[in-house]
């Protein structure tokens, strides 16, 4: 028997958090964090609020249900804040191991060093390359590579002797991702036909028919928007997500190749490029500067100012974050200043609630009041729609269906899709964080 008990991500979006137990062993699957709970809060430093403060403002899981109980390892299916970014709160708790591709286990590391305070013993050594499986005990665990808008994602199974669970809460369907993995569709049909007891599936972009575009046409949009921009001759500004590395490498190359000088600015994306190009995943051109450090940004700032169309400006700040690079160039408060001219990339969606669109909304206003030019949704997202989601369940063909990481709207949608494609009403579990549900026997 299965037992599968979510403690976050269940009728929301973030904070993903789930444990799979066989016969009262635990292997947990993420630890997030959910970022709107804690946007809602102003001057929160998550890495100063302890855990017990997180869990009362709902911005990491409640895991108190799991206190007592055996957890044989922690699990971690890609490098997202909604899904690692509890781990430095969570895991000391329970002496397990922890199991994360390497791309996914040094940014883990990074966000606890980032943390004040007594950094937890934590053992994150085990890098486990997409497509290998660990023992722990007598349950497999396989991270099988999958697409999404971060490299080294996994969906993750485990299996116990017949029984076995998929864990997807993440993932698109790309034949041309530019960088990394494909989806390993070959071995997703393989699980079909091996008996598959149950799936979690994700459904961020569920009310989205699809399919989902691939990174090569972000590109191909990025090419066109970047190509349109350059003409004004003012300064350029593209932003997207830190951790999106094949999309920072898009706007990297196609900036040289058109002309311009990319200058990447930002802590967060000085830290993942860092990891990346660590770990050999991507290579940058040598001549690209990296900025972090508040020095040597404000000084590459007043350089660009000087001589505003030869630069192409890549920062963070895509959600209308307070604390971003293009929020406080919007303020004021650092240069360059906006001018007529200038041209903004948004190479990101904005994150669906109430808090980040306020927040971008309030960006835009204050970019375009100051002469700024938008080019809105230059970008595909690392979440597959309903075309694609149904492609997937005819692949993994898993007996019963948990629908995960949505809003209570979303959840239902993946229920009526998988009514569509031939599931009973008894086949499709929708619940709540905190309550358990068992299956098999």
Do not use: W
Request: some cysteine; aromatic content about 4%.
């Amino acid at each position: 028997m299965i037992e599968v008990l979510p403690l976050g991500g269940m009728n929301e979006i973030g904070k993903n958090m789930t444990a799979i137990g066989f016969d009262g062993k635990y292997i947990i699957v993420d630890m997030g964090i959910r970022l709107d709970s804690i946007l809602a809060f102003e001057d929160v430093e998550i890495g100063k609020m302890t855990k017990e403060e997180l869990v009362n403002i709902n911005a990491i899981p409640d895991d108190s249900m799991l206190h007592g109980k055996k957890v044989e390892a922690i699990v971690l299916t890609h490098g997202h804040l909604d899904h690692v970014g509890a781990v430095g709160k969570l895991a000391a708790t329970y002496n397990a191991p922890i199991y994360g591709t390497p791309f996914t286990s040094e940014i883990t590391k990074h966000i606890i060093k980032e943390e004040s305070g007594p950094t937890p013993r934590l053992d994150l050594r085990r890098h486990i390359p997409p497509g290998d499986t660990v023992d722990v005990g007598k349950i497999s665990v396989e991270f099988i590579p999958i697409t999404h808008s971060i490299l080294q994602t996994s969906a993750i199974l485990i299996r116990k002797g017949e029984e076995s669970i998929l864990v997807a809460s993440d993932f698109k369907l790309d034949d041309e991702p530019l960088l990394g993995y494909k989806t390993d569709t070959k071995r997703l049909e393989e699980i079909g036909k091996e008996g598959l007891l149950a799936a979690m599936v994700g459904s961020v972009r569920l009310d989205e028919e699809g399919p989902t575009g691939s990174e090569a046409q972000a590109k191909e949009m990025l090419r066109d928007a970047m190509n349109d921009a350059f003409t004004t001759r003012g300064l350029v500004f593209v932003t997207t997500f830190s951790s999106h590395i094949t999309r920072l490498k898009s706007i990297v190359d196609l900036a040289f190749e058109l002309g311009r000088t990319p200058v990447m600015i930002g802590r967060s994306m000085r830290s993942y490029t860092k990891i990346a190009m660590h770990l050999d995943l991507v290579d940058f051109p040598a001549e690209l500067q990296i900025l972090g450090r508040p020095n040597a940004v404000r000084n590459i700032l007043k350089k660009i100012e000087q001589s505003r169309s030869d630069y192409v400006l890549i920062c963070t700040g895509h959600q209308g974050e307070p604390t971003s690079v293009l929020t406080r160039i919007a303020d004021g408060r650092i240069p360059p200043s906006i001018k007529n001219g200038d041209e903004v990339i948004y190479s990101a969606s904005v994150i669906p609630n109430p808090i980040n669109q306020s927040n971008r909304a309030i960006q835009e206003t204050k970019l375009e009041a100051q002469g700024a030019h938008i080019h809105r949704n230059v970008h595909v997202s690392g979440h597959a729609g309903r075309v694609d989601t149904a492609e997937f369940l005819s692949m993994i063909k898993p007996e019963h269906i948990i629908p995960c990481h949505g809003t209570p709207e979303k959840l239902r949608t993946m229920a009526e899709l998988s009514r569509q494609i031939g599931y009973s009403g008894k086949q499709v579990h929708i619940f709540g964080n905190g309550i358990s549900l068992k299956l098999g026997g």
